[in-house]
């Protein structure tokens, strides 16, 4: 009965898409509907509410839905939701500032003369709005009504013209910011939860083993990791239409011919080109550059995209008047200020201990003021002027409390599908599929692309994507990341606005073209930028670095990067180490030598024999090193062997895991089914449970019966270079910590010495100070020393001394004399540090360079640029990893 209920849902909910009835209210209105049906039926028919429901009952559903509820609106601080209404605000406000009218007619008069070059110019400025405005209908409709009139007055073929508008309109879909991207991350990052927990499961029943190593674990996303990663798709995509624009006009050039430019190229015409193209230039270098180099999380862009929007639009509705640019002018030069403070100047206002501090402060005051002058100027006129402000409020408000009504009820609507087991017959039917990972990628992106010729992108992104994104990213054969994943359903999504008969893009330029343009026009017109998008997704599909590596560069280049250390890095830290002994191991082996006949008596005899031992932990961690790569290479021998054998058996598991699934469905039913007139039913459904467990036992029959030692076999190999790792990780840290440790306390000596008078100062307020003010400056001292590297004997005898001031009857001459002892104790140091400086430094510090980038990588707090940049490539290919599982 489940599965009747769960085509009843489908067919309400289709039948109510299909009617019209507004989105919002079909999805939650189909699923409660059949929630309530299923519950009356199975209380009447089988006296149980939760006799018909796959998974628990309507109580524990509704908790499922208010949990998923409280998810999407109980936590509006997540920069996937308050993004929204920023950059919708953003969006609104620019359209009504007439920038796609300026930007429309500039350009075409630049571009004119070349052959295609309106089409040019239409898809440059659609690209420009992609990543300013990003509303779909606002852009297709101002393209339309300035563009197209002047594309067929210049003989322009209607098909290429209409089709070049509407493809242009949807860049703005897939080029950051984007809602659609919001959207895709809000969903990726729950669906990259369930499947990392999908994954673990999947690996413990495969290896037996307890943990998963946290190297196999699914990545997440967010908001600004999917703006990142769409960034250089939407930027193929751009140019895989002006290509095509340009071959077209080549080819055939009656189809885009020329438009010569009536007026003259002088300054004036430069100047006004510049003046079209530096606004909407600085707004995205301001939002995706503030993104891009981690000065702003997506939810600040998203309001500084927003001010920014306001200030051109205070200009632009001011346009001729003699003050116009004055707001926008105060903004910029505000703007400057603050951050010529902010390179400058301590801006902390407890921190405040000089005149130059104040000064900063009260610069900084000053430029936030103007800042919010300028904002404030501009809303006025916004407010004013054919209440312009008041228009775009009422817009976003529409808008935004549009989206989050279908993210609510998609939220419900996904728990009533789970509820009736349509998850579990969606994973079923996917792992089913012949050919891994691929293939039910493909089957995916297929369904999508055919969903995309009647729904919109919300319903798509906030339905499907819940249910089918778990299970390609819990797939370890082909391991992609969520980004990328994302990236690509975005993609795909886009081509819903093109797809006849019920894409957007169409509707909108349907409603401005001129009736001379055909409807089937239209619709050929198209045709070849959805073809276009398919290209695209092909090409982000094959080289995913494409959408993988900004994300991961930005990440490793940031000041909050992960440490070296950090095993989902471990991969690429390793290859890089492999390099790095490849290209200096000779050199290394050289200068270990030149170490080892170092004279370290003149330091103290326990440091000095760590560094001398660390000498030879540096050749046993090369030597181990060689034997993780003979490991490794042992494995990539073998694999070839062990992988068709693996999939065959991973296969039947997944078969037999599927019947299992089944099984366990029907021993529910049958538990149920407790009253002597239900007999009969039990044991028809017996008899079901029998023939799947026979199944289930007859495929455990073809597992050939040399995979248990040929599992074996592999797993030690794969053992064997673990454990090689490990212990060259072990190694490493003693081969590279005793000479770090050595480094900086020989480095420190002048900060060592620089206290020395400090502490005779101190040792002479004993006795002649209060209490309190004598036990802060030996605190401030004990910090001081501290900082410097190997004083633990000193701060450990002014510790004492502050306990021997702090007793209940003080103790002078105690303390006196650990002073006395902390100054032997600084002047001895001082001592050998210098002479150790003088003979050791040079030689240790050429060492430890060469160690720094090998063996004590992972000792490092963060990768260098050159390293970072390394990982970034490594880590942004997709690894097979299937063959750990």
């Known amino acids: 009965m489940e599965l009747f209920f769960l085509f009843l849902l489908i067919v309400l909910m289709a039948t109510a898409l299909g009617s019209g009835y507004p989105v919002a209210f079909a999805l939650p209105g189909a699923s409660i509907l059949t929630i309530i049906l299923a519950a009356i039926c199975g209380y009447l028919f089988a006296g149980s509410v939760d006799a018909y429901f796959a998974q628990g009952g309507p ?28 950059f919708i605000f953003m969006g609104i406000m620019l359209q009504r500032s007439k920038i796609a009218e300026d930007l429309l007619i500039t350009m075409a008069q630049l571009f004119g003369p070349i052959p295609g070059g309106l089409g040019i110019s239409v898809v440059f400025v659609g690209a420009l709005l992609a990543a300013t405005t990003g509303i779909l209908g ?10 197209l009139p002047a594309m067929l007055r210049n003989n322009y073929s209607a098909p290429l013209a209409t089709g070049t508008i509407a493809a242009s309109g949807t860049l703005g879909q897939i080029i950051p910011p984007s809602i659609v991207l919001i959207i895709l991350a809000d ?5 990259a939860d369930q499947a990392g927990t999908a994954r673990k499961a999947l690996f413990r029943e495969s290896t037996g083993e307890l943990s998963m190593p946290s190297l196999f674990d699914v990545g997440s996303t967010s908001a600004g990791e999917m703006f990142l990663g769409a960034f250089i798709p939407g930027l193929v995509l751009v140019g895989l239409y002006m290509l095509f624009i340009l071959v077209v006009a080549w080819i055939k050039p009656s189809m885009a011919p020329p438009v010569p430019y009536e007026g003259k190229y002088d300054r004036q015409f430069m100047f006004n080109v510049f003046m079209t193209l530096i606004p909407p230039l600085a707004l995205i270098f301001l939002v995706l550059g503030s993104i891009i180099s981690g000065i702003a999380t997506v939810n600040q862009a998203g309001a500084i995209g927003a001010g920014g929007a306001l200030i051109m639009a205070g200009y632009r509705l001011t346009e001729g008047q003699k003050n116009a640019y004055y707001p926008a002018i105060l903004a910029v030069a505000s703007l400057f200020l603050i951050g010529f403070v902010l390179a400058n100047f301590n801006t902390g206002i407890k921190s405040i201990t000089t005149t130059a501090d104040a000064i900063g402060v009260t610069l900084a005051g ?3 003021i103007g800042l919010l002058a300028a904002l404030g100027w501009s809303g006025w006129r916004a407010v004013k002027i054919d209440e312009t402000l008041h228009g775009v409020m009422i817009e976003t408000a529409k808008t935004t409390t549009l989206v989050f009504i279908i993210l609510l009820g998609a939220a419900i609507l996904t728990a009533a599908f789970r509820a009736f087991g349509g998850e579990h017959l969606v994973r079923e039917f996917l792992n089913s599929l012949p050919g891994g990972f691929w293939s039910k990628f493909v089957v995916v992106m297929g369904v999508i692309f055919l969903l995309g010729f009647f729904l919109d992108f919300i319903e798509i992104a906030v339905v499907v994507v819940p249910i089918v994104a778990p299970i390609l990213l819990a797939d370890p054969s082909a391991n992609v990341t969520a980004v990328w994943l994302g990236v690509m359903i975005g993609l795909n999504i886009q081509t819903s606005f093109l797809t006849p008969p019920f894409g957007f893009a169409l509707f909108y330029l349907r409603g401005v073209a001129p009736p001379v343009v055909k409807t089937i026009q239209m619709y050929k017109g198209v045709i070849p930028f959805i073809s276009l998008q398919l290209v695209a997704l092909v090409i982000v599909g094959l080289t995913p670095q494409l959408v993988n590596y900004l994300p991961n560069r930005v990440s490793l280049l940031s000041e909050t990067s992960p440490p070296p250390r950090n095993p989902r890095l471990s991969y690429c830290v390793d290859n890089y180490i492999g390099d790095q002994f490849a290209e200096n191991s000779d050199e290394i082996r050289k200068r270990a030598e030149i170490v080892r006949t170092l004279d370290f008596s003149t330091l103290p005899d326990k440091l000095g024999k760590s560094a001398q031992d660390s000498v030879d932990e540096t050749l046993k961690a090369m030597e181990i090193f ?13 694999s070839a062997g062990y992988r068709p054998m693996h999939g065959q058996v991973r296969d039947i598991e997944s078969d037999m895991r599927a019947l299992a699934g089944r099984i366990e469905i029907l021993e529910i039913d049958i538990d149920r089914l407790r009253d002597p007139s239900e007999q009969a039913a039990r044991e028809k459904l017996e008899d079901r449970v029998a023939n799947l467990v026979a199944q289930r036992d007859a495929l455990k029959a073809t597992i050939p019966a040399e995979w248990a030692g040929t599992f074996k076999a592999f797993s030690d190999l794969r053992k064997a270079e673990s454990t090689a790792r490990s212990k060259f990780n072990q190694a490493a840290g003693k081969a590279y910590g005793p000479i770090a440790e050595v480094l900086a306390i020989l480095r420190s000596a002048e900060d060592l010495g620089a206290l020395a008078d400090k502490l005779t100062e101190t040792n002479g307020k004993i006795g002649q100070t209060e209490p309190e003010e004598m036990d802060s400056a030996l605190r401030d001292l004990s910090d001081q020393i501290g900082d410097v590297a190997g004083t633990r004997e000193i701060k450990s005898a002014i510790s004492v001394v502050r306990k021997a001031l702090k007793a209940k009857t003080p103790d002078k001459d105690e303390a006196l004399a650990e002073m006395a002892k902390a100054s032997e104790l600084l002047e001895t140091q001082l001592v050998w540090r210098k002479k150790a400086s003088s003979e050791l430094l040079q030689p240790l510090a050429a060492y ?11 000792e490092q707090s963060k990768l260098t640029r050159e390293q970072a940049l390394y990982v970034a490539g490594c880590t942004s290919d997709h690894r097979d990893i299937s063959l750990s599982f």
Not at 187 to 191: D, R
């Open 366 to 368: 000053a430029g936030v």
């Open 59 to 86: 109580g524990q559903w509704l908790s499922a839905g208010v949990t998923n509820l409280r998810g999407v609106y109980w936590e509006p601080e997540r920069d996937t939701l308050i993004a929204i209404p920023l």
């Open 187 to 191: 969903q990726l990052s729950s669906s």
């Open 138 to 147: 606002a852009t297709v409709v101002a393209m339309g009504l300035i563009s």
């Open 626 to 638: 060689a034997a993780a790569e003979k490991a490794a290479g042992d494995i990539e021998a073998a």
């Open 848 to 858: 430890e360079e060469l160690l720094r980038t090998t063996v004590g990588l992972r």
